[in-house]
């Protein structure tokens, strides 16, 4: 995933875009994402083990809302359509610290529990789950050719 992600960066020259991902509403993202912003991404953000159920709930709904139209991925059942070809809307524009490097920040945050990305528990299963879906979405922009 980070090879892809600096694939989709190194194609836009690592410019700095002025396309916050889901800036329409901040109440979409995550609390830590929104405070990690606000203290200008000095430091990585903590979860609490506690708080890692609320975080993902929280990203999932985040990057949902930040999807195009013809993604359904909260009603996804089965392989996701083909990529190439297809409007990546906003995602298409999100470059830099406020694009994508958010939702990578944010995977990074919850998998820092080493405990989540082995064995069977949900909140492992769901992180590996929206790696393989920030994957597709990587993939999807290098196949309908980013635009730099």
């Known amino acids: ?3 892809l992600w600096t694939r989709v960066e190194g194609l836009a020259r690592f410019r700095l875009g002025n396309v916050v991902l ?3 509403s901040t109440d979409e993202r995550p609390a830590a994402l929104t405070q990690w912003v606000n203290i200008r991404r000095v430091k990585p953000m903590d979860i609490a083990r506690k708080d890692l159920k609320k975080f993902a709930t929280d990203f999932w709904r985040w990057w949902v809302h930040v999807q195009p139209a013809w993604r359904d991925v909260a ?3 089965g392989p996701s359509p083909d990529p190439a070809g297809r409007d990546w809307g906003e995602l298409r524009q999100a470059k830099g610290r406020n694009g994508l490097a958010s939702v990578i920040a944010c995977l990074h945050w919850w998998g820092r529990h080493h405990t989540l990305t082995k064995g069977p528990d949900a909140l492992g299963r769901q992180w590996r789950e929206a790696v393989a879906d920030v994957t597709y979405v990587l993939e999807g922009l290098l196949a309908a050719g980013w635009e730099a």
Do not use: A, F
């Open 75 to 77: 009603g996804l059942d």
């Open 22 to 24: 889901g800036y329409r």
């Open 1 to 3: 995933m980070l090879n």
